[in-house]
C-alpha cells in the first residue's frame, strides 16, 4: 500500500508540474498555433449606453424584415415622410401564414382612417390601429406592422396640416389650397368613436382610389 501511495504522489507531482509550466504559455499544446486577438467593434454595431436588450434585439430584428426601410419611416415620430392621424390607409392581410403546403392563402382587405400608431422601440411591436364604417357601424381593426400576416400596407389620402400652394392667377401670395383631409392635432384620434360622421367621407375616398388603380391597370394592358 506504500507503494501504490508513493507512485500516485509522484504522478501528482507531475501534473501539478505540467500545469504550472503552462500556466502562462499563449497555447500550451502547440508552438505553431497563433491565437489572433479578436477585432474591436464597428461603432455602428456597439449599441448607445441607454439602450436596452429587448430595444436592441427589436432594432435587429425590424432591420432583417425586408420591407422595414419604407415601413419604419412612414410610422416614425419625427420622419419627414410620416403618416399623420387621420390619413387613410389600405391593409391588405393573409388569412393564414403562407406555408409550403399552401404558398398563396386568402387574402383579406381593409381599409380606414388611421387614428393611432403604438410605438415600442419602432421595432417589431410597431402596431396601427385603423377605423371605418362598415354598414353604418365602427369597426377597428389594429394592425402589427412587421406580422407575417400583413402583406401590404398602402397610403390611399394622406392627411396634411395644410394644402399645396394656388397657383391661379387671382390666388393672394401664399394662398394655400385647402387639404383633402386635414391631419388631426392629437396623436390618438379616439374621439372619432363618438363622432362617426367624421368618417363618411372615406368610402368615397377609397372609391376614387380604386378606380384609378383600375385606370391604370387598363392602360398598362392597351400599351402592351
Request: net charge positive; glycine share 6%; proline share 9%.
Amino acid at each position: 500500500m506504500s507503494m501504490v501511495r508513493t507512485k500516485i504522489s509522484a504522478t501528482f507531482s507531475q501534473l501539478c508540474k505540467r500545469c504550472y509550466s503552462t500556466a502562462n504559455s499563449s497555447y500550451p499544446f502547440s508552438s505553431s498555433v497563433t491565437v489572433p486577438s479578436p477585432s474591436p467593434p464597428s461603432p455602428s454595431q456597439i449599441p448607445p449606453k441607454t439602450a436596452s436588450l429587448l430595444s436592441t434585439l427589436n432594432t435587429h430584428l425590424s432591420s432583417l424584415d425586408p420591407s422595414s426601410s419604407s415601413l419604419i419611416p412612414l410610422f416614425s415620430r419625427r420622419s419627414p415622410t410620416r403618416v399623420l392621424p387621420g390619413s387613410v390607409l389600405t391593409v391588405t392581410s393573409y388569412s393564414t401564414p403562407p406555408s409550403a403546403s399552401n404558398p398563396s392563402p386568402s387574402l383579406t382587405t381593409f381599409s380606414g382612417v388611421l387614428i393611432g400608431v403604438r410605438r415600442r422601440n419602432e421595432g417589431r411591436d410597431l402596431s396601427i390601429r385603423l377605423r371605418n364604417l362598415v354598414g353604418r357601424t365602427g369597426v377597428e381593426v389594429a394592425f402589427k406592422v412587421f406580422s407575417p400576416l400583413v402583406k401590404e400596407i398602402k397610403v390611399v389620402q394622406r392627411a396634411e396640416t395644410s394644402g399645396p400652394l394656388l397657383a391661379t392667377a387671382g390666388a393672394k401670395e401664399g394662398e394655400r389650397r385647402k387639404p383633402v383631409i386635414k391631419a388631426s392635432k392629437r396623436a390618438k384620434m379616439y374621439f372619432v368613436r363618438d363622432q362617426p360622421n367624421r368618417l363618411t367621407g372615406v368610402a368615397g375616398i377609397i372609391k376614387q382610389q380604386r378606380e384609378r388603380e383600375m385606370q391604370a391597370e387598363n392602360r398598362k394592358g392597351a400599351r402592351r
